[in-house]
């Protein structure tokens, strides 16, 4: 449902036995004690979650902060310094990283919307066979990255793969895809969007049938075309849930490791290193720099932080707009 | 998705305050663990102390009925020790049976019955394997002897992940090694690894159409371009020559081999300066890489090729000549090979006007010991037995792996055993510049350019002036 600022409905959706009022009174000591109860029994677990999740990010930020080597006893930390930070940014290849991160994301995101509108639309009008068609869909999606990464690597290869016959086809001479920046960069983004566009087909197409069919039966009484319904009526109304396909699809394309780091290795050169790439070798395989590697981690968990809070303040502007 | 209403603002601000209350006390708590875990200054010995560093600490190095250093079982640590408990952690040397791990195992508890040595299997790439010793060896434990590439010796010296074998070992004991071999493992004037079995660049030839045509092995680079048009243009195979120039570490394998034939070298004696551009030898090399592929000798797909590309492409008899490591033989050998009983071994080749024969480059294993280890006596003496010539030989006759000690190389039951050991007295070896702590980033600097302009995206002199800037910069602490 959009967004919009209608009195709650008579069946407020809580999950039952939680009213939504306030635990005040006789009745509710009793639903009082049962949430501490329920508290009690989730501590350990949210612990455990606390301890795995937000400790490491903690002491990664710490680290970014510090200069820091190994040895064999351990860490040595030392002083606090901004020049994790500076080295980052005076490095040419980490620039780049963010560039082609982000320029990655943006083409990818869009690309994948475009065909997976195309793709819910489709399944929303299939009656039988929607099931069949959604679960061969989905098995791109599901395939684990690594595993599909090798499939594409094997399709590349310039002497047996069935992408460079086929570029081959087209007039390339002996191509070596994966061997040159742009080639590189484009084979990366087909293997990308062939895994994730059944992702945000299905939820679009989630949202696509939740849309109430009575407005559209005022546009045809209207006489409205097609492609009027769609880009005034249906768009508008998905807006949501694009807007919740994006802030997925951005969080993960942000973290892009496994599609370059079996296909690629981040070359040629550093074409294809990612900033995920370039802090996993900074820390664990070229540098061994755990402090700058920290930085760059921090840096990219920030920029995605800022990215989506823009996003979510245009989109709320936008959304609140077209509602009222 | 549900909607949870208009909350009145009491209750929520109620819920909403523990939500953020637990949320601060999650991460005051981390900061709290993470401030005091990380402010251990200790002084960094070189000798086996425990872990006392950061929150990764504990473990120790295995169970252990020996005390500290130079105290153990009767000896010194000079490798005369007779007692101990030892963790030898190894990647798979071979990947059929048996195990040579195993068998040199048994022979050594054999010659040593009060010392026990148990097999710690490591990951085969050997990046996975120096992140999970870096993991281990940093968290103050690991294993006590650690079978690690021969490139790491300076990067785990510096780090104070490898025990100084010269501390130990008189000059008598590296001596016994092949020319090459020790320097390659020293680093700040200490050695740090004991070279266990090593490996080298061969030119793997198609002996049946060198005989066909009446060819003789080539003794030079152009030589080995004038007989692979030859051969190809009676179409006798696809290819000339394939090696290996993708963009990874084997890449500075093989621009190592072309860059000393033609005379030059990476890094000036004190390691901290480039010595690529100080002469012509860096472009001469890249450029004859580059015209391989140019001229059609070498497939356009090579600046791809790692070694499984280039032995595929021999095995199908795509290719006259073929630069492998070792292995490259018995794989050419094996069922399902196009070209059984069809392959010759033979050195390297050089340039024109250099002497024969050309260099190869240095690959294999050494062994290091963990400066965390509570039984240093114990591990100096395995050291020493698997480097002796009892170990060496079953490397060579049982595995045929090459072995690193000099005497046993040039054996002449060793040399007669397969094609490839019988080559190995003959040939040059060359290391890669690993002297310096940060040889990771001179490897990525060298690699990335000389795939580039095999690949024809660079020229070869930009290529070897981005790398010479890319490694100056990294010497000099630019860079991460």
């Not at chain 1, 994790?84 to 083409?107: D, E, L, M, Q």
């Not at chain 2, 032995?311 to 490259?328: I, K, P, S, T, V």
Request: hydrophobic share 45%; proline share 5%; with cysteine.
């Amino acid at each position: 449902m959009a967004v919009t600022s209608a009195p709650p409905p008579a069946t407020s959706g809580l999950p039952p036995g939680v009213s939504g009022r306030p635990l005040v009174g006789r009745h509710d000591v009793f639903r009082r004690q049962l949430a501490r109860l329920g508290w009690g029994f989730s501590a350990p677990a949210l612990i455990f979650i606390a301890l795995v999740t937000v400790f490491p990010i903690v002491y990664s930020v710490i680290i970014s902060f510090r200069h820091v080597l190994l040895y064999s006893t351990g860490f040595h930390m030392s002083g606090f310094t901004l020049n994790n930070y500076a080295k980052i940014i005076h490095y040419g290849p980490w620039r780049y990283a963010v560039a082609f991160t982000v320029g990655y994301t943006v083409v990818t995101v869009l690309v994948e919307l475009v065909l997976g509108m195309g793709i819910a639309l489709v399944l929303e009008r299939l009656s039988r066979g929607r099931g069949i068609m959604m679960a061969l869909l989905l098995l791109p999606w599901s395939l684990i990255t690594v595993i599909s990464a090798r499939l594409w690597q094997y399709l590349y290869d310039p002497s047996v793969g069935a992408a460079s016959k086929l570029v081959q086809l087209f007039g390339a001479h002996n191509p070596v895809i994966l061997g040159h920046n742009a080639s590189a960069i484009i084979a990366l983004m087909v293997a990308d969007i062939w895994k994730t566009t059944p992702f945000v087909a299905i939820i679009l197409l989630a949202g696509l049938v939740m849309l109430p069919q009575d407005v559209y039966e005022a546009a045809e009484v209207d006489g409205a075309s097609e492609w009027a319904t769609f880009f005034r009526i249906t768009l508008p109304m998905l807006a949501p849930t694009i807007g919740l396909a994006i802030l997925f699809r951005v969080l993960q394309a942000f973290g892009l490791f496994d599609l370059p780091n079996v296909l690629t290795g981040g070359g040629p050169g550093h074409a294809t290193t990612s900033l995920a790439i370039l802090g996993y070798q900074a820390m664990f395989e070229f540098n061994q720099a755990w402090g700058p590697g920290a930085a760059i981690a921090t840096s990219t968990a920030l920029l995605v932080v800022l990215g989506c809070l823009c996003f979510y303040r245009v989109f709320k502007a936008q959304a609140a707009r077209e509602v009222g | 998705m549900a909607s949870t209403g208009n909350l009145p603002v009491r209750s929520v601000w109620r819920r909403r305050g523990f939500h953020t209350a637990a949320a601060a006390a999650a991460i005051a708590t981390s900061v709290a663990l993470a401030g005091c875990g990380s402010s251990s200054n200790n002084n960094n010995s070189s000798t086996n102390t425990t872990a006392s560093g950061g929150l990764g600490g504990g473990g120790g190095s295995g169970t252990t009925t020996s005390t500290t250093l130079g105290k153990t079982g009767g000896g010194t640590a000079k490798g005369t020790a007779t007692s101990g408990s030892i963790k030898f952690w190894a990647s798979p040397i071979t990947t059929s049976s048996p195990d040579p791990r195993k068998v040199l195992i048994t022979a050594f508890e054999k010659a040593y019955p009060h010392i026990k040595v148990t097999l710690e299997s490591a990951p085969s790439d050997t990046d996975t394997n120096r992140s999970v010793l870096s993991s281990q060896i940093g968290g103050g434990g690991g294993p006590d002897v650690y079978m690690g590439d021969v490139i790491w010796p300076a990067q785990f010296g510096s780090q104070k992940f490898a025990v100084p074998l010269s501390k130990y070992l008189p000059n008598s004991y590296f001596n016994t090694f092949a020319p090459g071999l020790i320097a390659g493992a020293t680093y700040n004037g200490q050695v740090y690894g004991a070279p266990f079995f090593e490996d080298q660049g061969f030119l793997y030839y198609r002996k049946d159409i060198l005989k066909a045509d009446h060819l003789q092995v080539p003794k030079t680079w152009e030589q080995l371009v004038s007989e692979s048009k030859q051969i190809q243009a009676k179409k006798q195979t696809k290819y000339g020559y394939v090696f290996q120039a993708a963009d990874y570490e084997g890449a500075t394998c093989n621009f190592m081999e072309f860059l000393t034939d033609a005379g030059g070298k990476v890094l000036n004696s004190s390691a901290n300066k480039s010595e690529l551009s100080a002469n012509n030898a860096a472009v001469k090399a890249l450029t004859f890489m580059h015209s391989l592929v140019s001229s059609g000798v070498s497939p356009s797909g090579e600046s791809t090729y790692q070694e499984a590309n280039a032995m595929n492409a021999f095995d199908a008899g795509d290719a006259a000549f073929l630069r492998n490591w070792d292995y490259a033989y018995s794989t050419s050998q094996a069922s399902g090979s196009k070209v059984i009983g069809k392959v010759g071994v033979a050195p390297l080749p050089t340039f024109k006007g250099q002497s024969y024969p050309g260099y190869s480059n240095i690959g294999g294993w050494n062994l290091y010991v963990n400066p965390n280890s509570k039984n240093v006596a114990a591990d100096i003496t395995f050291v020493k037995w698997m480097t002796g010539t009892k170990a060496q030989n079953i490397l060579a006759t049982q595995f045929s792996e090459i072995p690193t000690n000099q005497s046993v190389r040039t054996e002449s039951k060793v040399v007669k055993s397969n094609a490839v050991l019988a080559i190995v007295p003959k040939t040059r070896l060359v290391a890669r510049p690993a002297q310096t702590p940060k040889y990771a980033a001179v490897s990525q600097a060298i690699y990335q350019n000389v795939s580039a302009a095999v690949g024809g995206s660079k020229s070869p002199s930009a290529a070897i002036s981005a790398a010479n800037s890319s490694i100056n910069s990294t010497l000099s602490g630019g860079g991460l």
